[in-house]
T-cell receptor, first 118, second 107 residues
């Protein structure tokens, strides 16, 4: 099956620093990648949708200047949390759609990145 | 607006059968997905329905009625490892997610 990786799997940083999270589709070309955030005991919240070579589309309420998304190639998207604060602590998950032979263009999820901001 | 409803939590016994319902109201419909998510992990794909009827995959089955805006996930022969959250998602064409149903399996 299609594999999506994320790096790092967890990160602890100081308030005010920036953190970059990478999402890679390992064995297929991802035409579209999605970034989600999930707080404890809550459902997935879509943050943004990115297509290779174009600007990301952010969901309402998500600050594009704080959460920078770059989809530089068909296999890599990055999310940078700038000037992170404790309220940004969350589980960040990426997913990818593409020519992976999935059903109904299912999304293939990365394992997630747990961010803790001190 | 777009809306997906699922029960918040359900409890079932090991070896039994449980049905998790999902109702949706969306301006369009291009398919319905069920995902399983264990605590602290990313979701994994379970099933996809785009036409009315029942799709069976081993112990798991998913049913769809487009006219009623209704789906259910049926889990048979429950095992302790089935304890997880089950997420219903509808593509209309973007994908929107239900809040998930936490399934607790008791011995």
């Amino acid at each position: 099956g299609a594999v999506v990786s994320q790096h790092p799997s967890w990160v602890i940083c100081k308030s005010g620093t920036s953190v970059k999270i990478e999402c890679r589709s390992l064995d297929f070309q991802a035409t579209t990648m999605f970034w989600y955030r999930q707080f404890p005991k809550q459902s997935l919240m879509l943050m943004a949708t990115s297509n290779e070579g174009s600007k990301a589309t952010y969901e309402q309420g998500v600050e594009k200047d704080k959460f920078l998304i770059n989809h530089a190639s068909l296999t890599l998207s990055t999310l940078t949390v700038t000037s992170a604060h404790p309220e940004d602590s969350s589980f960040y998950i990426c997913s990818a759609e593409g020519l992976a032979g999935g059903e109904g263009d299912e999304q293939f999820f990365g394992p997630g990145t747990r961010l803790t901001v001190l | 607006g777009q809306n997906i409803d699922q029960p918040t939590e359900m409890t079932a016994t090991e070896g039994a059968i449980v049905q998790i319902n999902c109702t949706y109201q969306t301006s369009g419909f291009n398919g319905l997905f069920w995902y399983q998510q264990h605590a602290g992990e990313a979701p994994t794909f379970l099933s996809y329905n785009v036409l009315d009827g029942l799709e069976e995959k081993g112990r798991f089955s998913s049913f769809l009625s487009r006219s009623k805006g209704y789906s259910y996930l049926l889990l048979k022969e429950l095992q302790m490892k089935d304890s997880a959250s089950y997420l219903c998602a509808v593509r209309y064409p973007i994908l929107i997610w239900g809040a998930g149903t936490k399934l607790i399996i008791k011995p």
